[in-house]
C-alpha cells in the first residue's frame, strides 16, 4: 500500500524546516516544564512505593463510571479541591483531556464562549465539540473581549457567557490580567475558565496559581504533569459543574480511569506545596535570576517560560541545535504551534538547573545569537 500523499505531506513539512520529530532528553533542563524538581524526585518515588506498599493498584481497569473509580480518585479530587479552593475537583487523565471536556461539555447551546487568540490547541479541540457560539478576542486584552460580549449582547445574545484564558501562556510565558477580565465575568455574570498548567506550583500562595480569589464564577484546570511533577489534570469548579462533566463529557464518560498510583502521587506533590515551602521560594528564585538575565539580553520576561522570538523557523532550529551542542537543553517552537514568523526558542527555567547553569544558558545564548 502506498501512502504517497503522507510522505509528500512530511517532504513539505521539511522543506519548511517544520517536521517534528522526537528527542530525548540530553544536557541541562530547560525545556520540560518539570518547575518544581519534582518529577524525578525522591520524594515523588517515595510516595510512589508506600501507595504500592499499601496495595494501590497501577492501573485503574475501567472507566471511572464502570469499575474503574478508586478511593484514591476521589481521596485526590477531595484535597485538591481543599487546597485550590473550590468546591468540588475532578480528575482526569490529562491537561488536553480535562481542557476537552471543559470546553465541549459546560457551555450550552445558545451560550457565548470567548477565549483569548492564545489559548491553547486543547481549548480549540473542546470549543469545536461544544454547542456554544464562539468568538476569540485580542491577547491579553480585556477591554476587547468586553467589545466581543458587547457586540454579541447587541445581536440578540441572551445565553451565559464563558471566558477563556490562561493565566500564564505557555509558550509565551506573559500573564493574563486576570483582575480585570475577573471584573468583566462579574459583570457580565460570566464564568471565567482559567487554565493554571503552568501557573500551579509556582505562582500563588503555597503554589496554588493566581485565579483564587478572583470574586467572580470561575472553572480551573490544575495540571498534574508539569509544577506537581506527576500526571492527569484537576479540574476545579462548583460542584454542579463537576456533575455536568461527569455527565456529560466524553472526554471523561468513555475514557479509562487514570492510574490510582498517579492520583496517590498528585497527593503527595499537593502535600508537598503545603510542607515544604522551599519548593515554591526555589521556584521564583531560579525564575527571578532568569528574568534578570533575559532582560540583560533585551529580552522581556514575566514568568519561569521565557521566550525568545527568532521568527525565522530554520534560524530557530540553528540557534537551539547551537545551544544543544553546548550541553542546554532546550527546543525550538514552530508554526503552527506559534503564529507564523514568530518561532521562537522556548526557554523553561526547571528545578533539574540552578543558578549558575541559569547564568551559563543566557552567556551562551548570547554568544549564539551574535554569530
Not at 518539570?34 to 492501573?59: H, Q
Not at 468540588?88 to 491537561?95: D, E, K, P, S, V
Not at 461539555?105 to 473542546?126: I, K, N, Q
Request: charged share 20%.
Amino acid at each position: 500500500m502506498s501512502f504517497a500523499r503522507h510522505h509528500a505531506a512530511l517532504e513539505a513539512l521539511a522543506q519548511r524546516g517544520r517536521l517534528r520529530r522526537r528527542a530525548g532528553a540530553a544536557g541541562l533542563d530547560f525545556a520540560s516544564n518539570d518547575y518544581l524538581g519534582l518529577a524525578g524526585s525522591a520524594l515523588l518515588a517515595r510516595a510512589a512505593r508506600d501507595a504500592l506498599a499499601r496495595g494501590v493498584a497501577v492501573g485503574a481497569g475501567g472507566s471511572r463510571l464502570l469499575r474503574g473509580n478508586h478511593a484514591e480518585h476521589e481521596a485526590l479530587e477531595a484535597e485538591a479541591a481543599a487546597f485550590f479552593g473550590a468546591e468540588a475537583c475532578l480528575y482526569m487523565g490529562g491537561g488536553f483531556q480535562a481542557n476537552q471536556a471543559i470546553f465541549s461539555a459546560l457551555p450550552m447551546r445558545g451560550d457565548l464562549m470567548v477565549h483569548d487568540a492564545l489559548v491553547h490547541a486543547s481549548a480549540h479541540e473542546g470549543m469545536r465539540l461544544g454547542r456554544a457560539e464562539c468568538r476569540g478576542f485580542a491577547h491579553n486584552d480585556a477591554g476587547d473581549a468586553a467589545r466581543v460580549i458587547g457586540e454579541w449582547r447587541a445581536g440578540g445574545g441572551r445565553g451565559r457567557v464563558w471566558i477563556a484564558v490562561e493565566s500564564v501562556y505557555s509558550m509565551q510565558g506573559d500573564l493574563a490580567p486576570l483582575p480585570a477580565l475577573a471584573a468583566l465575568a462579574a459583570r457580565e455574570d460570566a464564568v471565567l475558565v482559567v487554565d493554571e498548567a503552568h501557573a500551579t506550583g509556582v505562582f500563588g500562595p503555597q503554589g496554588r496559581g493566581l485565579a483564587r480569589g478572583l470574586g467572580c464564577p470561575l472553572v480551573t484546570l490544575h495540571t498534574g504533569g508539569k509544577g506537581l511533577g506527576g500526571s492527569g489534570a484537576l479540574v476545579c469548579a462548583d460542584r454542579v459543574l463537576v456533575e455536568t462533566l461527569v455527565n456529560r463529557a466524553r472526554a471523561f464518560v468513555y475514557a479509562t480511569a487514570p492510574s490510582p498510583l498517579a492520583a496517590a502521587v498528585l497527593r503527595a506533590a499537593l502535600r508537598a506545596l503545603e510542607e515544604r515551602p522551599a519548593l515554591v521560594a526555589g521556584a521564583r528564585a531560579r525564575m527571578a535570576q532568569a528574568r534578570d538575565a533575559a532582560r540583560r539580553c533585551g529580552i522581556r520576561a514575566q514568568s519561569q517560560v521565557i521566550a525568545v522570538i527568532v521568527g525565522d523557523d530554520r534560524r530557530a532550529l540553528a540557534l537551539a541545535a547551537a545551544l544543544q551542542g553546548r550541553g542546554f537543553d532546550l527546543r525550538a517552537v514552530r508554526p503552527p504551534t506559534v503564529p507564523r514568523g514568530t518561532a521562537r526558542l522556548r526557554i523553561s527555567v526547571t528545578g533539574n538547573v540552578g543558578a549558575g547553569d541559569i547564568a551559563a544558558l543566557f552567556a551562551a545564548l548570547e554568544a549564539a545569537w551574535a554569530r
